[in-house]
């Protein structure tokens, strides 16, 4: 395939899967054939079997499958940005059907579930279009558009792009007590204190995720977001 052939091939699969996740939401839904396993289920299993979250785990996982290895395009710089973006932003959408935020997090029943994006307005406005109409455990999702100076106050998660990278470590700080998830696409951000950090392996949009962040900020993450993880570093503590 040329190179218009790979860019228009990413372009149909990252809209398909925008539309997947737009539909489903970030929990999806299970068939009752999906919920029959077997073997021992272990603690994090147990969880994710109980109401509204079996779902999370199914759906979830085979849009991650797809996104993972079913593309194989080439990424061009200027073609394929929305593209790119739009793959990323259904990833960080179906994250938190994964993850599990303290009850206090959303005191009001009618506080909104916010996602804050500074530095990346392409994977921002992807993301108010796969979330519009949907709701996290009874609260609507809500996109923030952030500017440098911005508080991180009331969001439950923070997308940090690229061109913020040389902030991220004060960022982080910033968010510390704040049950925050932390995402981010930069060389090292793990170590800077994100909580998962989107990398782009053989063409592919993959991710890496830090134990050590995610328990920090409070978050309880599923074992299957962790299973098709690149990358997992464990918590030393």
Partial sequence: MNMRGNVGALEVFGRAVAQFV???????????????????????????????RFGDACCGLAVAFALLFASSCVWAESDTTTAEYRIKAAFLFKFVGFIDWPPATSDRADAAFTIGVLGGATLGNELEQIAAGHQVNGHPVRVRLLARGDSAAGLQVLFVGRSEAARLNALVAATDGMATLVVSESDGALALGSAINFVVVDDKV???????????????????????????????S
């Fill in 22 to 52: 737009h539909v489903n939401g970030p929990g999806g839904v299970a068939t009752r054939a999906a919920m029959v396993r077997r073997g021992r289920r272990t603690a994090v299993d147990r969880h994710a079997m109980q109401p509204g």
């Fill in 206 to 236: 993959r991710f890496d995720v830090a134990l050590r962040s995610i328990n920090r900020a409070g978050l309880k993450i599923s074992a299957r977001l962790l299973a098709v993880a690149r990358i997992v570093q464990p918590d030393p």
